[in-house]
C-alpha cells in the first residue's frame, strides 16, 4: 500500500469521528454506527504508517468489529438457529493448538535455568490478578455473574500477546515464553481452585467440570501441537505463519461474538465495566512489576512479570464462561478485556521500548 495513504487514513478517521458526533447531536442515529465503524477501520489502518502506532493496529481493528456488534448484534448471535456462541470452545482448541505448533520441551527449560525468576513470576500471575479482580468485584456494585467475571479473568493464565508485548519492550523473551507456558499448562488447576476458593460467593463454581473444560480447553490441543511440532519440525513452515494470524483473528470472533450475546448488558454497565477492568489491567502491570523489583529482579525480568501479570488469556476465560452456559454474564469481562490488554499493552511496551533497561 502506498506510504502517502496511511497519513490521509489517519486525518479521514478524525473527520468520520466529528461526522459521528454531528450525527449524535443532531439524533441521526441510523448514521452513528456505521461513522464509528469507519472512524476505527480507518484509525487501524492510519497506525500502520506510523512505528509507534503500528501495534495498536490489531486492536482498533477489534474496537471496529466490536462497535459493529454493538449496533448489529444479530448477525453475531445466530444463523439458522445455530448459535454463535457454539464456535468459542473450538476457536480457543484452535489458537491453543497454535500455541503447541510453536512450543518445545525447550520453552520449559526456563525452570530449570532460572527457577527463582520463574517462581516468582508464577506467584504474581496466580496470586496479584484474582485478588486484584476479587476486591474489584467486592467493590464494583455489578451483579454477582459479572463481577464473578472479574475473577475468572484474573484467574486465567498470560496468553500469546505477552510475549510479543515481551519483546517489543525489550524485556527477557525467553522469561515470558517459560511463564507462559507455565502458567497454562497449570491452569487446569489453579483456575478452578482460585474460582472456588474467590468467587464462590459470587456464582457456583463446579470444580471437577471447570477443569476438565480447561483440560480439553488447553491441554489436549496444546499436547497434540506439541506432537505436531515435534514429527513435522522443519516440514510446516506455512504453518508458523498462519497460526498467529488464525489466533489473532479467532481470538477477534470470540470477542465479537460474546460482545453480542451479552450487548443489553454492556448497554446497562458497559462504562463502569470498561473502567474496572483498566483499573485491572493497569493495576497488574504496576503491582506486577514492583513485586519483582521486591524480589531484587533484573529490569529486564522486572518489565517481563509485569506484562504477564497484566496481560491475561482473555480467549480462555471466554471458553470457561461459554462452558459454564454464562457467556453473556460471565465472560462479559473478557470480551472487554481482550481490547484494552492489547491497546494498554502496545502502549506500555513502545514506552519502554524507547527505554534501554538499566541493569546493575
Not at 4 to 22: D, E, I, M, T
Amino acid at each position: 500500500m502506498n506510504s502517502k495513504f496511511y497519513p490521509y487514513a489517519l486525518y479521514s478517521s478524525f473527520f468520520v469521528l466529528l461526522l459521528a458526533g454531528g450525527a449524535w447531536i443532531g439524533s441521526l442515529t441510523a448514521w452513528i454506527g456505521p461513522l464509528l465503524i469507519l472512524f476505527f477501520v480507518l484509525l487501524g489502518v492510519g497506525s500502520r504508517g506510523y512505528e509507534s502506532l503500528k501495534g495498536l493496529t490489531y486492536s482498533l481493528m477489534i474496537l471496529a468489529a466490536v462497535t459493529m456488534a454493538m449496533f448489529y448484534p444479530r448477525f453475531f448471535q445466530e444463523y439458522n438457529g445455530y448459535k454463535f456462541t457454539g464456535l468459542i470452545t473450538p476457536l480457543i482448541q484452535v489458537i491453543m493448538f497454535g500455541m503447541g505448533t510453536s512450543m518445545s520441551i525447550r520453552d520449559f527449560a526456563g525452570v530449570v535455568k532460572t527457577p527463582h525468576a520463574v517462581l516468582i513470576g508464577v506467584g504474581a500471575q496466580f496470586m496479584i490478578m484474582p485478588l486484584l479482580g476479587l476486591t474489584l468485584a467486592w467493590l464494583s456494585g455489578l451483579p454477582p455473574e459479572i463481577a464473578a467475571g472479574l475473577i475468572l479473568m484474573g484467574s486465567s493464565p498470560s496468553g500469546l500477546a505477552s510475549n510479543v508485548m515481551t519483546y517489543l519492550a525489550k524485556a527477557n523473551l525467553a522469561l515470558s515464553i517459560t511463564l507462559t507456558a507455565v502458567t497454562t499448562m497449570l491452569a487446569p488447576l489453579m483456575t478452578p481452585f482460585l474460582m472456588k476458593m474467590l468467587a464462590g460467593e459470587f456464582i457456583e463454581i463446579d470444580l471437577v467440570k471447570m477443569m476438565w473444560d480447561i483440560f480439553k480447553m488447553i491441554i489436549i490441543p496444546i499436547g497434540a501441537g506439541l506432537i505436531f511440532n515435534k514429527v513435522f519440525r522443519g516440514k510446516s513452515a506455512w504453518l508458523d505463519k498462519a497460526m498467529p494470524i488464525v489466533s489473532m483473528i479467532g481470538i477477534g470472533l470470540i470477542i465479537v461474538v460474546i460482545t453480542a450475546a451479552g450487548r443489553d448488558a454492556l448497554l446497562d454497565i458497559g462504562m463502569l465495566l470498561i473502567g474496572l477492568v483498566m483499573i485491572h489491567n493497569f493495576s497488574g502491570y504496576g503491582i506486577g512489576y514492583g513485586f519483582a523489583k521486591l524480589f531484587r529482579m533484573r529490569e529486564k525480568d522486572c518489565r517481563t512479570v509485569a506484562i504477564e501479570v497484566g496481560m491475561q488469556n482473555a480467549g480462555l476465560a471466554s471458553g470457561i464462561a461459554k462452558e459454564m452456559g454464562k457467556i453473556a454474564t460471565v465472560g462479559l469481562a473478557a470480551a472487554v478485556f481482550g481490547p484494552v490488554m492489547n491497546i494498554s499493552g502496545s502502549i506500555l511496551a513502545s514506552y519502554w521500548h524507547k527505554k534501554e533497561p538499566k541493569e546493575g
